[in-house]
């Protein structure tokens, strides 16, 4: 998941960063409650990966979300931002769905409309479901397996609904046979062969080859059921069709929308959505200042992106309402990486050198220091994705004794990659996000030191499809470093990894992959871990890719993200979870009174 898709990061200039990084760094270091909260919230961090009060949510209320940025759509074929999955629970069912926990729980595959978490045969390509008994549309006709297949294969008409990830797709269906349902000749337009449907409560997928994490893709929100005649294709986005708690009662793109209870939904056939509000609303404000003081005045309970108060908000909050906060770390990695294709870059000593070079404290700094940054990062997975370590795997000691940059290993690893006086390269950064181009600044002063001579390119934020995911003009303007940031589609090592270190997704355009990684190790661990069914075993290849990847320097890491997330004196049930990616998990949050 790119950072694209979970919002814009708040635009911080390189001095303002080490002012805000140091203030912070003050206001965190006591712990406790700060300067308290006059309004008696749960205390700071008290969501943190734990829920905070949730003895004292009623029935009822409004719960009131605000966000610089609307959804991308709320079409749940085509929604890619992580906020647009966490929200769409309150009107969309899934098969599977994930636990209504906080942090590693949270992540885990419970079912939903499904009766259980499948029956699995075939060696783990054949998966049967049975759907529960009382679910319904908000017109009250029943969910049925046809609507399930029919929502389903909506991904596969991307020149129509395009947006959405395609796993889905890529599993069922690699050879890319089906042409979706609009262009589908059968009669009843549910010709996708890989998914049969032989009566309206049972759902059977056949795939090609076994994929451990396919429960996963069934979980994500482009496998909910859409009901064909209520599908308006391109315009499904305006106004979805609920099989959820809430219904769509209005919606203003790029201004709000409100969503009511379904009175057609069966708590009794839902066992994971409370449905404690009367009423959800949220207000798209595009200037942050003013969003961030409207959430601290109490207009708003909460940030919908989940991007974290800006700079002015984080100021005020730590020391007025520090009780209101918690500062989670985030399932994305803030990374430089480097293109084998640009010279030195294809030789592994050039790139160490680099690693060692970097002064990481520096670049903790331009990012907005330990609590509005986050963690010095020591490697490639999440520590929210199975088998991920945190900073306890620190192959190149970039968070001990190298973390503000180590200039002896530095000029030994050019001499060995035939620099020693060091050479020429150019750093790639969208010139969109601020704290992007203080990294590169940072990282441009941390090399000079051993003689790295790097120049910033800054390009147009909207383009990386054409610019950094296109291997060819990669080489062409020798963009030897190029900085990015990137968290789970789903919480696995496939879901986080698959699209930036396995050699079959090194795409012409659109590439993630953008260090060319072609190591018939990793793709051969990821082939393992597809067919993998025992979790256990996945997640030591998990680590053992990670470990992989770090071994071939392909990455300098940056930073274990966090923000400073605000939630109001007024809501309980609060939670963050690794399910996305550290935020909280909207679903369940309630009001301490119905007033």
């Given at each position: 998941?790119?950072?694209?898709?979970?919002?814009?990061?708040?635009?911080?200039?390189?001095?303002?960063?080490?002012?805000?990084?140091?203030?912070?760094?003050?206001?965190?270091?006591?712990?406790?409650?700060?300067?308290?909260?006059?309004?008696?919230?749960?205390?700071?961090?008290?969501?943190?990966?734990?829920?905070?009060?949730?003895?004292?949510?009623?029935?009822?209320?409004?719960?009131?979300?605000?966000?610089?940025?609307?959804?991308?759509?709320?079409?749940?074929?085509?929604?890619?931002?992580?906020?647009?999955?966490?929200?769409?629970?309150?009107?969309?069912?899934?098969?599977?769905?994930?636990?209504?926990?906080?942090?590693?729980?949270?992540?885990?595959?419970?079912?939903?409309?499904?009766?259980?978490?499948?029956?699995?045969?075939?060696?783990?390509?054949?998966?049967?479901?049975?759907?529960?008994?009382?679910?319904?549309?908000?017109?009250?006709?029943?969910?049925?397996?046809?609507?399930?297949?029919?929502?389903?294969?909506?991904?596969?008409?991307?020149?129509?609904?395009?947006?959405?990830?395609?796993?889905?797709?890529?599993?069922?269906?690699?050879?890319?046979?089906?042409?979706?349902?609009?262009?589908?000749?059968?009669?009843?337009?549910?010709?996708?062969k890989a998914v049969d449907t032989p009566d309206a409560k049972t759902i059977v997928f056949h795939l090609p080859k076994p994929n451990s994490d396919f429960l996963q893709v069934l979980a994500m929100v482009t496998a909910s059921p859409v009901r064909q005649d209520k599908d308006t294709k391109s315009k499904y986005g305006l106004h979805p069709f609920s099989s959820g708690p809430y219904k769509f009662q209005s919606y203003s793109p790029g201004k709000g929308l409100v969503l009511v209870r379904n009175d057609k939904w069966n708590a009794s056939s839902d066992p994971v959505r409370k449905a404690y509000p009367d009423e959800i609303t949220l207000d798209?404000?595009?200037?942050?200042?003013?969003?961030?003081?409207?959430?601290?005045?109490?207009?708003?309970?909460?940030?919908?992106?989940?991007?974290?108060?800006?700079?002015?908000?984080?100021?005020?909050?730590?020391?007025?309402?520090?009780?209101?906060?918690?500062?989670?770390?985030?399932?994305?990695?803030?990374?430089?990486?480097?293109?084998?294709?640009?010279?030195?870059?294809?030789?592994?000593?050039?790139?160490?050198?680099?690693?060692?070079?970097?002064?990481?404290?520096?670049?903790?700094?331009?990012?907005?220091?330990?609590?509005?940054?986050?963690?010095?990062?020591?490697?490639?997975?999440?520590?929210?994705?199975?088998?991920?370590?945190?900073?306890?795997?620190?192959?190149?000691?970039?968070?001990?004794?190298?973390?503000?940059?180590?200039?002896?290993?530095?000029?030994?690893?050019?001499?060995?990659?035939?620099?020693?006086?060091?050479?020429?390269?150019?750093?790639?950064?969208?010139?969109?996000?601020?704290?992007?181009?203080?990294?590169?600044?940072?990282?441009?002063?941390?090399?000079?030191?051993?003689?790295?001579?790097?120049?910033?390119?800054?390009?147009?934020?909207?383009?990386?499809?054409?610019?950094?995911?296109?291997?060819?003009?990669?080489?062409?303007?020798?963009?030897?470093?190029?900085?990015?940031?990137?968290?789970?589609?789903?919480?696995?090592?496939?879901?986080?990894?698959?699209?930036?270190?396995?050699?079959?997704?090194?795409?012409?355009?659109?590439?993630?992959?953008?260090?060319?990684?072609?190591?018939?190790?990793?793709?051969?661990?990821?082939?393992?871990?597809?067919?993998?069914?025992?979790?256990?075993?996945?997640?030591?290849?998990?680590?053992?890719?990670?470990?992989?990847?770090?071994?071939?320097?392909?990455?300098?890491?940056?930073?274990?993200?966090?923000?400073?997330?605000?939630?109001?004196?007024?809501?309980?049930?609060?939670?963050?979870?690794?399910?996305?990616?550290?935020?909280?998990?909207?679903?369940?949050?309630?009001?301490?009174?119905?007033?």
């Amino acid at each position: 998941m790119t950072t694209q898709r979970t919002s814009g990061r708040r635009k911080q200039a390189l001095a303002a960063a080490a002012v805000v990084a140091g203030l912070l760094t003050t206001a965190a270091c006591g712990g406790g409650n700060g300067s308290g909260s006059k309004n008696g919230a749960a205390g700071f961090d008290a969501a943190n990966n734990k829920v905070a009060q949730a003895d004292q949510v009623k029935k009822g209320g409004t719960l009131k979300f605000v966000s610089t940025q609307d959804a991308d759509s709320w079409d749940t074929t085509r929604g890619y931002y992580g906020f647009m999955w966490d929200f769409s629970r309150y009107y969309s069912r899934q098969l599977l769905t994930y636990k209504t926990a906080p942090g590693a729980t949270g992540a885990q595959l419970t079912p939903d409309l499904a009766t259980d978490t499948g029956k699995v045969t075939d060696g783990g390509k054949t998966y049967t479901f049975t759907l529960r008994p009382g679910i319904t549309w908000e017109d009250g006709k029943p969910i049925t397996s046809q609507d399930v297949k029919y929502g389903i294969e909506r991904s596969w008409a991307q020149d129509v609904l395009s947006g959405g990830p395609v796993y889905l797709q890529s599993m069922l269906d690699p050879n890319n046979t089906y042409k979706g349902p609009y262009k589908d000749t059968s009669q009843d337009h549910l010709g996708l062969k890989a998914v049969d449907t032989p009566d309206a409560k049972t759902i059977v997928f056949h795939l090609p080859k076994p994929n451990s994490d396919f429960l996963q893709v069934l979980a994500m929100v482009t496998a909910s059921p859409v009901r064909q005649d209520k599908d308006t294709k391109s315009k499904y986005g305006l106004h979805p069709f609920s099989s959820g708690p809430y219904k769509f009662q209005s919606y203003s793109p790029g201004k709000g929308l409100v969503l009511v209870r379904n009175d057609k939904w069966n708590a009794s056939s839902d066992p994971v959505r409370k449905a404690y509000p009367d009423e959800i609303t949220l207000d798209i404000s595009t200037n942050q200042t003013d969003s961030d003081q409207r959430l601290i005045n109490g207009d708003y309970d909460i940030d919908l992106s989940q991007t974290g108060l800006g700079p002015q908000g984080r100021q005020i909050a730590l020391k007025q309402n520090k009780d209101n906060l918690d500062n989670p770390v985030l399932g994305f990695i803030r990374y430089a990486t480097f293109p084998t294709s640009v010279k030195p870059f294809d030789n592994i000593h050039c790139r160490k050198a680099v690693i060692y070079a970097a002064d990481h404290v520096s670049i903790q700094t331009a990012r907005g220091g330990p609590v509005a940054g986050g963690d010095i990062g020591t490697n490639m997975l999440p520590p929210s994705v199975a088998g991920g370590e945190g900073q306890k795997y620190d192959p190149y000691n970039i968070a001990g004794s190298g973390k503000n940059g180590d200039i002896a290993k530095a000029k030994d690893e050019l001499k060995q990659c035939g620099q020693p006086n060091g050479f020429s390269t150019t750093i790639a950064v969208r010139n969109n996000k601020s704290q992007e181009v203080a990294t590169a600044e940072s990282m441009q002063a941390s090399l000079k030191k051993v003689g790295i001579n790097a120049d910033i390119y800054q390009y147009d934020g909207s383009q990386i499809a054409g610019i950094i995911g296109s291997p060819s003009n990669v080489a062409k303007k020798k963009l030897g470093i190029v900085i990015m940031g990137w968290g789970p589609d789903f919480p696995t090592v496939q879901g986080y990894g698959i699209p930036l270190w396995d050699s079959k997704y090194i795409l012409q355009s659109g590439n993630n992959n953008y260090a060319l990684i072609n190591d018939k190790t990793i793709d051969g661990l990821f082939d393992q871990y597809t067919t993998t069914l025992d979790e256990s075993q996945k997640t030591q290849i998990s680590t053992e890719i990670n470990h992989k990847v770090m071994e071939g320097a392909y990455y300098l890491p940056f930073t274990f993200e966090k923000v400073l997330n605000w939630r109001s004196s007024r809501i309980g049930n609060v939670y963050t979870t690794n399910a996305y990616s550290g935020y909280y998990d909207f679903v369940n949050i309630g009001l301490k009174s119905s007033k």
